[in-house]
């Protein structure tokens, strides 16, 4: 059961991103009132944190399910990748919208995103790892290390 916590998370942030994209221009500058002032700024800034934190739910759901952290390049790649394709079906649901379009800088911006966002949760795991080392009590990413 506790393994589909994080896979329901990555599921669910990736409803709240496609609710996102279907807000007109004008709905989130209403929602956002207080930083429009930033103007194309939020909407990279919006793009690195929203597919940031998709990539790090992404990480954690696949450390969830493997049985050892071998081949992590690989499944960091996968993180990665499958990111950029649901940035790339977000950036055509968009063009549905009225008022929105596509854009390649934005598909660029959530591969950036996500990278950053799978850097910072590794980072993360790896910095706890050492600290519980240190500790003296062993940590592992592995669901199923005891």
Not at 9 to 38: D, H, K, Y
Not at 46 to 66: D, E, F, K, N, P
Not at 74 to 98: C, K, N, T
Request: charged share 10%.
């Amino acid at each position: 059961m506790a393994r589909l916590i994080f896979p329901t998370a990555a599921l669910a942030w990736m409803a709240f991103i496609f609710r996102a994209s279907s807000l007109s221009p004008e709905e989130v500058n209403q929602s956002l009132s207080a930083l429009v002032w930033l103007g194309q700024l939020l909407s990279i800034i919006g793009h690195l944190v929203m597919y940031g934190i998709l990539a790090a739910l992404l990480q954690i759901s696949i450390w969830s399910w493997r049985t050892s952290t071998g081949g992590s390049l690989r499944w960091a790649m996968a993180v990665v990748v499958l990111a950029v394709i649901y940035g790339i079906s977000d950036e055509y649901h968009q063009s549905f919208v009225p008022g929105r379009e596509p854009s390649t800088l934005d598909i660029l911006t959530d591969g950036v995103g996500a990278l950053a966002g799978l850097m910072m949760v590794k980072y993360t795991v790896a910095s706890f790892t050492h600290w519980m080392r240190l500790a003296g009590r062993p940590f592992s990413t592995s669901a199923h290390d005891e």
